[in-house]
């Protein structure tokens, strides 16, 4: 089985494959690094935006298109970033830009306001229908940056029952637990169970 999976995001391609192997047979191919998928999401949620993207490349690939849309909301800042997470800082703006300015925003902030949630909705576009599950995961947003790996936020999202940032563990391990490994084994599971891909 060939899926797309909307993103040129290589981080979110390499989990995506991991959490969806573990789960049903499937080829994941990413998009070419040359496309972008920032002028598709017009939508105003997490939800409209994966389905958006993956309603548009199921028309231009004609094969089962898989997208997801998922962000940092934070207590303290109304939700902010939220569906803007990936231009918080700007349309050219790397990981630690972004993140520089989420710690400048929240300087300040005492402990007990610093919750956050990282939340993921992922979209599945076929020939005969779509379907979108959405999830989430809580945290605490640091003062400064701590680890080396994952991507995004990672640095400074501290999953508060491992007493670590998601960029302190492993791979594997932040697939458990993340917003996008639990909203795309939920996805993973239905495909496994409604065969509706064969």
Request: hydrophobic share 40%.
């Amino acid at each position: 089985m060939h899926i797309l999976l909307a993103t040129t995001n290589s981080g979110k391609l390499a989990e995506v494959k991991q959490i969806l192997g573990e789960r049903i047979e499937i080829e994941i191919v990413g998009l070419n690094a040359a496309e972008s998928t920032e002028e598709i999401e017009t939508g105003k949620t997490f939800i409209e935006n994966a389905l958006l993207k993956a309603r548009h490349y199921f028309r231009i690939s004609g094969i089962p298109t898989i997208a997801d849309d998922s962000g940092l909301e934070v207590e303290a800042l109304n939700g902010a970033p939220g569906i803007h997470s990936a231009r918080y800082a700007g349309p050219d703006a790397e990981d630690k830009d972004r993140i520089q300015r989420l710690i400048e925003e929240m300087r300040g902030v005492p402990p007990q306001r610093r919750e956050a949630r990282f939340t993921c909705a992922a979209a599945i576009v076929w020939t005969s229908g779509e379907k979108v599950f959405e999830d989430f995961v809580s945290g605490k947003i640091l003062e400064a940056p701590r680890g080396q790996a994952g991507f995004g936020f990672d640095p400074v999202f501290c999953y508060e029952p491992l007493g670590k940032t998601f960029a302190e563990i492993s791979s594997s391990a932040k697939a458990e637990v993340s917003h996008r490994g639990r909203a795309f084994r939920r996805l993973a599971s239905w495909l496994d169970e409604s065969r509706v891909l064969g």
